[in-house]
């Protein structure tokens, strides 16, 4: 798999996006399905019996692919590198003018 700095500007983007994309079918899926499971469960009577133990097995999942969306390959420190250095330049250039 290429390095994000291999890949243009475009591509990156484009890989961004789909990684969004994908987690938020993720997300989507997971409450639509888990609270259809919700509403079988409790309609059985009885209370929550089994919906609960599905719902902390998939959240388990949903939690490591937010994760893994956040801290992509770097490309979040990536990010938060630009950011920052980005703030420090301006502070520089601001220090800068005030002389």
């Known amino acids: 798999m290429a390095n994000a700095t291999d890949l243009t500007p475009e591509e990156r983007a484009r890989k961004r996006v789909e990684e969004f994309t994908g987690l938020m079918w993720h997300i989507a ?4 399905i888990n609270g259809f499971l919700w509403a ?4 059985q ?3 929550p019996d089994w919906a609960f133990w599905v719902t902390i097995g ?4 949903v ?6 969306y956040l801290l992509d390959d770097n490309g979040g420190q990536s990010r938060r590198y630009q950011r920052y250095l980005e703030e420090e330049r301006a502070a520089d250039e601001r220090n ?3 002389f």
């Open 29 to 32: 899926s997971f409450v639509i």
């Open 58 to 61: 998939w959240g388990i999942g």
């Open 40 to 43: 079988i469960d409790l309609f």
């Open 96 to 98: 800068r003018m005030d």
């Open 45 to 47: 009577g009885g209370g």
């Open 63 to 68: 939690g490591f692919h937010i994760a893994a």
